[in-house]
């Protein structure tokens, strides 16, 4: 057992150590910038007509929706970032899937930015409606993502008893993180390699049949993010059956789901149920953090 324990931490420390974590953000903050200059260069390319693209993306039609590209980047650090937390703690996990739609919603708002209609019927206008509701909801997530962290800063740790199952929980979620990491990679690999060729070789209708950009990647990511709650979850009565722990973690795991399926919806309702999802997490974790307090005055 010993054994195994060793060359799995000795695995972990390979992909999620303090320095890998490191590079890895100068790498993609670097892929980034490279990324936004080339997609500058296209748009250039094709508005002074020396490339011919038909049927080209709303993507180079504008140099604002260039900084969708390197927001698309800083999402997949954020990714790894989610994978990193998780065997650390599951409240920094949430947090970090919070954050994650927030730079959604705003990546989405510079893509939109090239589609406003600057008039005097703004509030009949599909996409500046959209755009609106967006810009609210941006400073909502804000404000709601400081709230989860404030909490989660002021989470009590009640000692538990089933110090080895605890261990082992670790241990579990040590192995879930390195499995996770390839299956993200590739996903994302393919999925950016689909939204390249559609977005900008595409010559077909294929590009205006992807309703929301958004939903590439991002649909999956969060179901297989829902499977790995669930999973955590059915492990996690192991070592503790406390009622808070058990509501808490059930409860992130509808945060998630209404996260997922805001990816189905569009407008103001898909603006809602990510609000309402990132809300529902803040005030679960704000009464488990109750009973916690609750459980140290019995302990006294």
């Given at each position: 057992m010993n054994k195994n324990y060793f060359l799995l931490d000795f695995f972990y420390a390979v992909l999620f150590s303090e320095k890998v974590k490191k590079n890895c953000e100068l790498t993609i903050v670097s892929i980034a910038i490279v990324s936004f200059i080339l997609h500058l260069l296209i748009i250039a390319l094709v508005d002074f007509e020396i490339v011919h693209l038909n049927d080209h993306s709303k993507l180079l039609s504008n140099p604002i929706a260039a900084i969708y590209t390197p927001f698309s980047f800083i999402l997949i650090y954020e990714v790894y970032l989610l994978v990193y937390y998780l065997p650390k703690s599951t409240s920094n996990y949430i947090g970090k899937q919070y954050e994650i739609i927030t730079l959604i919603v705003i990546r989405r708002i510079f893509k939109d930015l090239s589609k406003l209609e600057f008039n005097s019927n703004w509030f009949n206008i599909k996409y500046d409606l959209e755009f609106t509701y967006d810009l609210i909801a941006t400073l909502l997530l804000f404000f709601l993502i400081l709230l989860f962290n404030?909490?989660?800063?002021?989470?009590?740790?009640?000692?538990?008893?089933?110090?080895?199952?605890?261990?082992?929980?670790?241990?579990?979620?040590?192995?879930?993180?390195?499995?996770?990491?390839?299956?993200?990679?590739?996903?994302?690999?393919?999925?950016?390699?689909?939204?390249?060729?559609?977005?900008?070789?595409?010559?077909?209708?294929?590009?205006?049949?992807?309703?929301?950009?958004?939903?590439?990647?991002?649909?999956?990511?969060?179901?297989?993010?829902?499977?790995?709650?669930?999973?955590?979850?059915?492990?996690?009565?192991?070592?503790?059956?406390?009622?808070?722990?058990?509501?808490?973690?059930?409860?992130?795991?509808?945060?998630?789901?209404?996260?997922?399926?805001?990816?189905?919806?569009?407008?103001?309702?898909?603006?809602?149920?990510?609000?309402?999802?990132?809300?529902?997490?803040?005030?679960?974790?704000?009464?488990?953090?109750?009973?916690?307090?609750?459980?140290?005055?019995?302990?006294?």
């Open positions: 404030q909490l989660n800063k002021k989470e009590l740790k009640v000692p538990d008893s089933n110090t080895s199952e605890i261990i082992k929980f670790i241990q579990l979620k040590k192995i879930i993180a390195l499995f996770l990491i390839p299956i993200f990679l590739i996903l994302s690999l393919f999925s950016l390699g689909r939204w390249i060729y559609e977005s900008f070789f595409s010559i077909s209708q294929m590009v205006y049949s992807i309703k929301d950009i958004n939903k590439i990647f991002f649909d999956d990511f969060f179901t297989i993010l829902i499977l790995t709650d669930v999973l955590l979850l059915l492990f996690s009565f192991l070592h503790t059956n406390k009622f808070n722990k058990v509501i808490r973690n059930s409860g992130f795991i509808i945060s998630t789901i209404l996260i997922k399926l805001s990816f189905g919806t569009e407008g103001i309702l898909n603006t809602i149920l990510i609000v309402v999802a990132v809300l529902f997490g803040v005030l679960i974790l704000l009464i488990h953090n109750k009973y916690e307090k609750l459980e140290l005055i019995k302990m006294e």
